[in-house]
Antibody, heavy 116, light 110 residues
């Protein structure tokens, strides 16, 4: 059973960079695509982007200029960086695996608050 | 990308059936048979219940079923049980390797 777990600071200051890591167990990160998704308080889910097993990436056009996703196969982890954050970036951030035709495994999510 | 539209809440009594709708556009739900549904208990990882509109992953009860008509997908839960009380959200492929989600529906079992 694939399991994913997000980790990182729960509080980030405005204008700084949000950094999160997703640790994957029960399966190799060297297959499939790996995504980040977020849910602001009281709002719906928003797909942020993915990185493939080969390192190619694709991002939500609304966030593309601020997002970096990277892969560390030696640690079976992938990471998210979101730059120049504002209060609008406060959200529960989820990491997930993209299967062939669905996002099939998710982490529990981690709340990141942007505040000074 | 616009979010998919779901009702904020639905409710039903044990044993009854309920249906949750998920309305998108011709750019997502209407074009692609790549719609999935998730069950989410707060604080836990969302669980995939339906994929490719109407397929169930191994281990998911056959009380859960999915369908699609035009730009609207639906999730039906039959024989409601107390354990079904959760948030449910839909997701559709939106082209160009992107995904769009619904706002989520809170299911209350009365």
């Amino acid at each position: 059973q694939v399991q994913l777990q997000e980790s990182g600071p729960g509080l980030v200051k405005p204008s700084e960079t949000l950094s999160l890591t997703c640790s994957v167990s029960g399966g190799s990160i060297s297959s499939y695509y790996w995504s980040w998704i977020r849910q602001p308080p009281g709002k719906g889910l928003e797909w942020i982007g993915y990185i493939s097993y080969s390192g190619s990436t694709n991002f939500n056009p609304s966030l593309k200029s601020r997002v970096t996703i990277s892969l560390d196969t030696s640690k079976n982890q992938f990471s998210l960086k979101l730059s120049s954050v504002t209060a609008a970036d406060t959200a529960v951030y989820y990491c997930a695996r993209e299967g062939f035709t669905a996002i099939d495994y998710w982490g529990q999510g981690t709340l990141v608050t942007v505040s000074s | 990308q616009s979010a998919l539209t779901q009702p904020a809440s639905v409710s039903g009594s044990p044993g009854q059936s309920i249906t949750i709708s998920c309305t998108g556009t011709s750019s997502d739900v209407g074009t692609y048979n790549v719609v999935s549904w998730y069950q989410h208990h707060p604080g836990k990882a969302p669980k995939l219940m339906i994929y490719e509109v109407n397929k169930r992953p191994s281990g998911v009860s056959n009380r859960f079923s999915g369908s699609k008509s035009g730009n609207t997908a639906s999730l039906t839960i039959s024989g409601l049980q107390a354990e079904d009380e959760a948030d449910y959200f839909c997701c559709s492929y939106a082209g160009s390797s992107t995904w769009v989600f619904g706002g989520g529906t809170k299911l209350t079992v009365l």
